[in-house]
Structure formats: C-alpha cells, structure tokens
C-alpha cells in the first residue's frame, strides 16, 4: 500500500479513537507526577515556594486551549468543527475566522489543554515525549481529514489550504468570522471541556498535598471543579431534555 493511502487509513482509524489519547496521557502524567514528587527534594526543592505561581501558570496555558476551541466552536455553522467519531462530516467549508489563519484550530486548542496539563509534572523526558506523540498522532488525522476535504470541495480547499497554515496561526491572514457568536453552541458542545480541566487540574493538587503534607489544598481549584461540575450536569441536562440549546443552523 502506498503511503498516502496508509497515512489516509491510519489518520481514520484514529480520528475515530482519538478520545482515548488524552487518557493515556492523563494515566502516564499522574504516575510521571508522583515519580516527580518522590524527587522534588534533590530535583525540585527550589520549585516549592513558587509551586501556586507555577500551577496557576499551567492552568492559564490550559485555558488559552479551551478558549481557542469555544471560540472556533462558536462561529461554526452546524456539522461542521464537531466530536463525530465515526466519520467525518462537513456540511460546508470553514475558511473565515479562526479558520483563516489555521487550519485545524481545535488541535491547536487541545494541544494547548493537553500541554499545560503535561507541564504540571515537572518532568521535561515526559513534556518531550508528550508533545511527540502529539505530533505524531494528530499528524495523521490531520491528514485524513485533509484528504476529505480536498475529495469533497475540491479547488476550494486547495486554494484555501495553500495560503492558511496547518497548525500555526499566520494573523495576519484574519477574516471576520462569517456568522456571529452562538454561546448555546459552545455550551452545548464544549460544556465538559471547563470541568474535566478543573477536574484534572484538582486531582494533580490533591496527589500532591497527600504526598507532601506541608503543602495546601488550592480551594480555588476546588471551588471551580463544584461550579463547573454543577454547570456541566445542567447543560446536560437541558441538552436532553429540552430545546434551549438548539439554535438552528448551528
């Protein structure tokens, strides 16, 4: 088989199991964390006292990639930019926005959530290797998804792809995003993004305090991990049982 139709299989297949990364990367960063830990006193001492700076800073970076994802998410018209895991679909072609400037934004912003998460470890070997298989992985779904697109919108795509950037934004190439703002689609579609975050960011808190007993809970952490908590099981709520959400066309 030739490569192109390899890569093409390859970048399906896990296209349609792409969920399962961030868990193997969440399982390998809670034990590359607790090595860490064990280490701190000849690796790390120095970092203690700034630890609540360092882990606000990783949170920050985290949240630049769920901003990035609901503002993608938020001028994207209906079937389009979605979690489809079994095939892809696009209705139409993104090419104003976010979309002018990168062509795969929501990789970017996961790649952001992902990164800030794989910093909280301290350990350089496992931040290398996670932004590695990053690469690696969404480097073939990228390319399946490309291969879609060309066979289905054909010049169109071609001409938009050879000017905007796969992965890094050129912003000097922004055009105003074609349709306006839809809050109910970003909490309709990214509603547990904001706290599985919290989620993940109070569990690598908590491992650390039961491991180090001088340090402290970051309530802050705690506090947003409840709200968003409480805000994720009423928008699921309401995106079930009822048409608040629903917007048409988007």
Request: glycine share 6%; net charge positive; hydrophobic share 45%.
């Amino acid at each position: 088989m030739a490569l192109q139709e390899d890569f093409e299989l390859q970048g399906n297949w896990l296209f349609r199991y792409r969920s399962i990364l961030p868990i193997v990367i969440l399982c390998a960063g809670i034990l590359v964390y607790i090595y860490t830990i064990d280490t701190w006193d000849t690796l790390f001492s120095g970092m203690v006292p700034y630890w609540n700076f360092y882990e606000n800073l990783c949170l920050t970076i985290s949240l630049t990639g769920v901003f990035i994802r609901g503002y993608t998410v938020g001028h994207t018209p209906a079937n389009t930019s979605g979690r489809n895991t079994q095939n892809q679909i696009a209705d139409s072609l993104n090419r104003t926005g976010i979309y002018s400037i990168v062509r795969h934004p929501l990789y970017l912003g996961n790649f952001f959530m992902w990164f800030g998460i794989s910093l909280l470890t301290c350990n350089i070997g496992f931040v290398a290797i996670f932004i590695l298989t990053y690469w690696l992985y969404y480097e073939r779904i990228m390319y399946a998804e490309e291969q879609f697109l060309r066979e289905k919108f054909g010049p169109a795509y071609t001409e938009w792809a050879d000017k905007t950037p796969a992965f890094l934004p050129n912003f000097k190439l922004f055009v105003k995003p074609s349709l306006p703002f839809s809050w109910k689609k970003v909490l309709k579609k990214e509603k547990n993004g904001l706290f599985a975050l919290f989620l993940i960011f109070t569990i690598f808190d908590c491992i650390q305090v039961w491991l180090k007993e001088e340090t402290h809970y970051n309530h802050f952490l705690i506090a947003m991990s409840v709200v968003s908590g409480i805000a994720y099981c009423i928008l699921k709520y309401l995106k079930k049982r009822t048409q608040v959400l629903n917007e048409e066309g988007r």
